[in-house]
């Protein structure tokens, strides 16, 4: 069973910086995509930003604010997250495809205030 546990969530000012960081149980093996999504009261959860390989992938509203990175031997997932906006307040997950099969942490609270 795979388990993702996530760290680093918060409560910042607009404009201050918070860095997520995902630890994924068992070997990187058979990872294709690791990433961060977030999801807001009332609203489907969205894409924050993926990374497979050494390709990443970002939501327009996080593009030059937000970097993803991957560690394939502490098989951790990180999300740098600098210039935050109150938009950005959300609960952020993990996500890992591992197999063709999906899994996701339990979540970690991002707080932006104005």
């Known amino acids: 069973q795979v388990q993702l546990v996530e760290s680093g969530g918060g409560s910042v000012q607009a404009g201050g910086s918070l860095r997520l960081n995902c630890v994924v149980s068992?070997?990187?093996?058979?990872?294709?995509?690791m990433g961060w999504y977030r999801q807001t009261p009332g609203k489907q959860r969205g894409l924050v930003a993926t990374?497979?390989?050494?390709?990443?992938q970002y939501a327009e509203a996080v593009k030059g604010r937000f970097t993803i990175s991957r560690d394939n031997v502490k098989n951790t997932v990180t999300l740098q997250m600098n210039s935050l906006e109150p938009e950005d307040t959300a609960v952020y997950y993990c996500?890992?495809?591992?197999?063709?099969?999906?899994?996701w942490g339990q979540g970690t609270q991002v707080t932006v205030s104005s």
């Open positions: 996500y890992v495809r591992k197999f063709s099969r999906e899994y």
């Open positions: 068992g070997s990187s093996l058979g990872i294709v995509i």
């Open positions: 990374i497979t390989g050494g390709s990443t």
